[in-house]
Every structure is written in structure tokens, then in C-alpha cells.
């Protein structure tokens, strides 16, 4: 189980440092546009995204200058069982959650004082072409996504074999 957590926070990491949030937003944007046949508001959830993606390293920096500001007042995180950690915490939760709406309602303002509309159509500086590249990429993708299926609802005595019993639970679900 911390294989998989350990590959899915790689992953994780691995798209978000190559990828700009722009690009990710728009990639997603048109992964999602088949969805707009059904009235589904795919620029808006596009757009609640990227201000997301936007706003995660300022929550970070906020979260730990309230830490740091905690700790000076002589507050203990460390230190007790799991329910007075957790009750630790509540001092920093609060002035987070405070400090996140009364910046979400800043952005707010200033949106609606520039007129924006983010369900009408939008222009992009670059448009997203599919080549061969993300093909194979997806190619390969689907061919480990259903390697994985097969293995998992088949009986996989071959590959259990194959790889020894140890690697075979890391690597996949349980039997």
C-alpha cells in the first residue's frame, strides 16, 4: 500500500513540475468538452480549477505562517496522543479557513468588477493540437490500465509465478 502511495504522490508531482497550470487546465477543459453536449459547464469547472491549482502554494505559505505564529505563542503539536493533536490543530484551522474566504470573496469582487463571464466563449493563446506523442502516450497508458484489470479480475497464477508472490501484492490489487 505505500508503493502505490508512494507512485501516486510521484505521479502527482511528476505532471504538476513539467506541466503548467494553464496547460493542465486547458488539457483538462478539452478532456471534459464531450460533456458540453449535456449541458455539463466545463469553462467553469476549468476555470474553479485553475484557481485552485493557483491558490494551493499561497494556502501552503499562509498554513505555515500560521504555524510558525502558533508556535510562538507557545503552542505544542507534537506532543500528547492523536486526540490532542488534533485538537492542536483547531488554532490553525480556523484563521485558514477565515483568511481563504476572505481571500475566495476578494477574488470575487474583482472578478465581477472586470465583468467576467467565464461560461461565455473564450479565446486561448495557444491552441492544443494531438500528436502522434500523446497517442502513444495514451496508448501506453490504456495498455497498463488494462494489464492491471485483466490481472486483477482473471486468475493470475501465471503471473504471480512469473514475478513472485511479494512483488505481484505490491504492484497490484488484492486478490
Known amino acids: 500500500m505505500v508503493f502505490r502511495l508512494v507512485l501516486l504522490v510521484m505521479g502527482a508531482s511528476l505532471l504538476t513540475l513539467t506541466t503548467t497550470p494553464v496547460d493542465l487546465t486547458y488539457g483538462i477543459e ?4 464531450p460533456l458540453k453536449l449535456i ?3 466545463v469553462a467553469d469547472f476549468a476555470l474553479v480549477m485553475s484557481i485552485t491549482l493557483r491558490f494551493i502554494p499561497t494556502l501552503m505559505e499562509e ?11 507557545g503552542a505544542q503539536f507534537d506532543t500528547g496522543g492523536m486526540v490532542a ?7 490553525i484551522l480556523v484563521p485558514l479557513l477565515v483568511n481563504s474566504f476572505r481571500r475566495a470573496e476578494e477574488l470575487a469582487m474583482a472578478m465581477n468588477a472586470r465583468c467576467f ?7 486561448r493563446l495557444k491552441k492544443l493540437t494531438f500528436f502522434w506523442r500523446d497517442l502513444f502516450a495514451l496508448l501506453i497508458f490504456l495498455a497498463i490500465v488494462g494489464f492491471a484489470v485483466v490481472v486483477n479480475y482473471t486468475n493470475s497464477d501465471w503471473l504471480i509465478s512469473f514475478l513472485g508472490d511479494p512483488l505481484f501484492d505490491i504492484l497490484f490489487f488484492d486478490r
Open 30 to 33: 478539452s478532456l471534459m468538452s
Open 39 to 41: 449541458k455539463v459547464p
Open 63 to 73: 498554513t505555515d505562517r500560521i504555524i510558525r505564529a502558533q508556535k510562538a505563542r
Open 85 to 91: 493533536r488534533a485538537k492542536a490543530f483547531v488554532p
Open 117 to 123: 463571464e467565464g461560461s461565455t466563449k473564450r479565446t
